[in-house]
């Protein structure tokens, strides 16, 4: 058995990883999502294995001269530089991002291991009686706690220490398939008093360190359960133990005017042009606007894709779109233009990890920017740290995520106040901006005229067309 510590501060890296490495038995797996950890996190569990990410905020080289003075054998598997060539006493392999596909990285995990040669015993195996199934749960209601280590698999004897804390006689354990997860159903009858989930959160962390994080449900009826554990299988994606965040009730989506169909469909645009599925995404353009906008006669849905269109632009080509652009006698006409533009290229992304954390940012930025989301709720909803993620982007749009932010309300208010009733806090609020005051001092800096000057001067020398119209603020996106 094999003891292996993965340093990244890349969320998204982090999860490929782990899926890469989750068939492999005779692995103990740690991901270590602060640079700063990673050298306690080595030294209390003698790592057998280290996979750095070059990207990390504290300098690998640091970490590397640190390593140096362990006085057992470990190899490094190093990912975005080449250090072949570097004077390094232990096994070490560089794979550069370019080269990182599962069949290059378990190639080369495979050669580190082989040179290392040696192996740990067996972890302890579960001690404790376990359930099948929750159909031999005797009827109460229920406490769920689901439990992922990300470093060592569960033993007997930590189980009897949460068990004290909890203060219980015993505990009832469903068997899940991985020894470092861990689903625990407490029978609210079984509780001396009322648990405290913050210290219950201390506790696992006194157990299992710091990347021990959990998911937790509570007052389930032994009827519901069954109903209840599906419903923890479609939350198993990494991203929640990642942000070692407790879940007190289900994650309810945020609802909106646009109907379901058309939201899916203008997500699924977004991504196909940033991803450079640029014939998929020229289709969808064609499907939303002769069956969704046109059929429906929605202008709510045109200025939402509009919107879209516009981003992509300023973030490829930093050119804003001005509403006069869009000043066509009819849709087709829009349409037609459209497909023809030359604003139809792919971006050329750093590397693919770099790809995939970027699109999914884009992703969140796009359906958060109107809740007055910042850099730090990014992050948070991407599990990255903000720093890296902040950085990528810059790197990548020559943009910070704060002034993306920005624009996209900008340009929502300006849509807003154009083609609406609303008021100018109206669509402040509806923007995303916390307060008029600031909207107002933002929008004048970066335009030179006030939002009120501005609705005036637009009415006023606008011609709408016939599938434009002025629409209430109720009418527009919640």
């Known amino acids: 058995m094999y003891h292996v510590l993965v340093i990244s501060e890349n969320r998204i890296l982090l999860q490929q990883l782990w899926q890469w490495l989750a068939d492999r038995s005779n692995l103990i797996i740690q991901l270590v999502p602060f640079s700063t950890d990673a050298l306690n996190a080595f030294s209390a569990n003698q790592v057998d294995l280290i996979i750095i990410d070059a990207n990390i905020l504290l300098p690998y080289q640091e970490i ?7 006085p057992w054998n470990y190899g490094v598997l190093f990912l975005g530089k080449d250090l072949t060539s570097a004077n390094y006493q232990h096994p070490l392999i560089s794979l550069q991002f370019k ?3 599962q069949t290059a990285f378990k190639k080369a995990l495979d050669c580190l291991l082989q040179q290392l040669g040696h192996s740990h015993p067996a972890t302890e195996k579960l001690g404790l009686t376990t359930f099948q199934s929750v159909t031999e749960l005797p009827y109460g209601t229920y406490h769920l706690l689901w439990i992922k280590t ?3 698999a569960i033993n007997s004897s930590e189980i009897k220490q949460l068990q004290n804390f909890l203060q ?12 470092d997860e861990l689903l625990i159903l407490i029978n609210r009858t079984q509780l001396n008093s009322q648990l405290n989930f913050l210290q219950l959160k201390k506790e696992l962390i006194i157990l299992w360190g710091a990347n021990c994080s959990c998911v937790y449900r509570k007052n389930s009826a032994s009827v519901e359960l069954k109903q209840q554990l599906i419903s923890f299988n479609q939350l198993q994606d990494l991203h929640y133990f990642l942000r070692g965040e407790i879940l007190m009730s289900p994650v ?3 609802t909106n005017s646009l109907n379901l169909t058309l939201i899916e469909q203008c997500l699924t645009f977004s991504q ?8 998929t995404a020229q289709h969808l353009l064609q499907t939303i606007y002769l069956q969704q906008i046109k059929s429906q006669h929605s202008f709510i849905a045109l200025a939402y894709l509009r919107l ?3 981003f992509f632009i300023y973030l490829t080509e930093h050119q804003e779109t001005e509403l006069t652009s869009w000043n066509f006698a009819t849709l087709e006409d829009e349409l037609q233009a459209l497909l023809k533009d030359q604003f139809w290229q792919k971006i050329k992304y750093h590397s693919p990890i770099i790809k995939t954390t970027l699109i999914q940012c884009l992703q969140v930025i796009w359906q958060h920017f109107s809740q007055g989301w910042s850099l730090k709720e990014t992050a948070f909803q991407l599990a990255i740290n903000k720093t890296y993620l902040n950085r990528i982007y810059k790197d990548q749009f020559q943009l910070t995520i704060a002034d993306t932010y920005t624009w996209l309300r900008l340009e929502f208010a300006k849509i807003y106040l154009c083609y609406s009733t609303a008021t100018i806090n109206q669509a402040a609020t509806a923007a995303g901006f916390k307060s008029v005051s600031y909207f107002n ?3 004048k800096a970066r335009y030179q005229t006030t939002p009120k000057s501005y609705q005036v001067k637009v009415r006023k020398e606008e011609k709408l067309n016939y599938y434009e119209d002025y629409l209430e603020p109720s009418q527009w996106i919640d």
């Open 99 to 101: 080269q990182l596909n």
């Open 441 to 443: 001092r933002v929008f």
């Open 64 to 70: 590397l001269n640190d390593l140096t003075q362990a």
């Open 252 to 254: 309810k989506p945020r």
């Open 168 to 179: 219980l006689k015993f505990l009832t354990l469903i068997k899940l398939k991985k020894p």
């Open 272 to 279: 196909a042009l940033f991803s450079g599925h640029l014939a």
């Open 308 to 310: 879209q269109i516009s």
């Open 150 to 152: 990300f470093a060592q």
